[in-house]
């Protein structure tokens, strides 16, 4: 019988300290109202100095489980997706967040892909489900996006947020619970639209002086290529699967700012019922988004088993994907 990937079951963990839009009036030229009006972002949540990465992730990846009703030992595989990892190169996140958890001699592994990294980890799970290679993976967006931002940088400061979310990946054999599909992409000419430097050509701060590395973005360029580039790829992957707009339960974006979503949501017809925005509440939380937003409607009561989602994402790179998937709780 043939074995198709399945996500079985979905958590997040939001840091404690809520910062407000007024929060930032205190120490930038910025205003509530222009970051509504631009964004929709009303709050993000900030880990405190001593969580990182590994921490939140642990957090939603112990949820996870349990509600998977899977025991540590039935882990065969952690991966983490985050631009924030707790050490830069090494040890990985995954590493830690599986020391955490109580998971030993198991393989553990980082991937960078920024924003698009649910995407890209529902992908590698679902390869390595259905080579046979593994039964079931747990798979962790985790950010502490706050940790590479330049509270000197009104355009991009305000617009993330930090958090964790977490999936476990099993197996199935009813098609109507798998993973349909995943699609990622990526085009690397465009490196510079969202990048943390490390080398002094790429960085205005490093030029200045010595100084950590910041997050920088080209917003308005990104923005841009965000709407198009996510409303094709997302137009792809439905007609690739014979799959209208009215199949879906629930259209899952990332949350980088309400003007995209709406803006792709619109083009592809979707109701405001099947549209999830989180981020009034979270921000931009990179990699954590896709599966906080996933969560919220998990616990609201609204996302069963059985629901079909599509997914898309787009970040630093530049990456992108979607995903065509049943809720298989
Ligand atoms: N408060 C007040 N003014 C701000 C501001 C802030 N927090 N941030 C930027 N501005 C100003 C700019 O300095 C600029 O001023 P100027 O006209 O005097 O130069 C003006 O607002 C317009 O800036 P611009 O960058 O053109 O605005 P925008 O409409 O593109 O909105 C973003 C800015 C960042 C909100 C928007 O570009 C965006 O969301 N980009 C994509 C984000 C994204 O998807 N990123 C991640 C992908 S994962």
């Known amino acids: 019988m043939k074995k198709y990937a399945s996500l079985k079951s979905i958590a997040s963990y939001v840091p404690s300290r809520c910062v407000k839009n007024s929060d930032f009036e205190e120490i930038l030229d910025t205003s509530d109202e222009w970051i509504r009006k631009r964004t929709g972002i009303q709050t993000r949540y900030f880990a405190s100095d001593d969580e990182n990465s590994s921490d939140l992730g642990a ?6 489980l349990e509600r998977s009703g899977l025991d540590v030992q039935d882990i065969d595989l952690v991966i983490v997706a985050t631009l924030s990892p707790d050490y830069l190169g090494m040890p990985s996140s995954a590493c830690l967040l599986s020391a955490k958890l109580g998971i030993r001699n198991k393989p553990a592994f980082d991937i960078s892909a920024a924003c698009s990294g649910f995407i890209y980890l529902l992908s590698l799970a679902k390869s390595f489900i259905e080579s046979g290679a593994y039964e079931n993976i747990l798979i962790v967006g985790a950010e502490k996006v706050s940790s590479v931002l330049d509270f000197k940088d009104r355009s991009t400061c ?3 947020g930090d958090g964790a979310g977490a999936a476990v990946i099993g197996t199935t054999s009813e098609k109507n619970k798998s993973i349909l599909d995943v699609h990622i992409s ?3 000419t465009y490196y510079d639209y969202l990048l943390t430097p490390r080398s002094l050509k790429e960085s205005k701060f490093l030029q200045e ?3 950590p590395q910041y997050l920088q973005m080209k917003g308005n360029e990104t923005f841009k290529l965000a709407v198009k580039t996510l409303t094709s790829d997302v137009k792809e992957i439905m007609k690739k699967n014979n799959i209208f707009s009215k199949d879906i339960d629930f259209f899952i974006p990332h949350q980088a700012n309400l003007r995209i979503i709406s803006a792709v949501g619109e083009q592809l017809k ?11 509440k979270y921000g931009n939380t990179s990699a954590a988004s896709i599966p906080m937003a996933m969560n919220d409607i998990y616990e609201n009561g609204r996302l069963n088993g059985g629901d079909l989602m599509l997914l898309d994402a787009f970040g630093g790179g530049l990456t992108w994907g979607s995903a065509l998937l049943y809720f298989g709780a």
Not at 59 to 64: C, G, P
Not at 270 to 280: A, I, M, N
């Open 59 to 64: 957090r939603a990846a112990k949820l996870a």
């Open 158 to 160: 305000v617009l993330f």
């Open 186 to 188: 990526s085009d690397g």
């Open 209 to 211: 002086k010595f100084a």
């Open 270 to 280: 979707f109701s405001s019922e099947q549209v999830v925005v989180t981020v009034e």
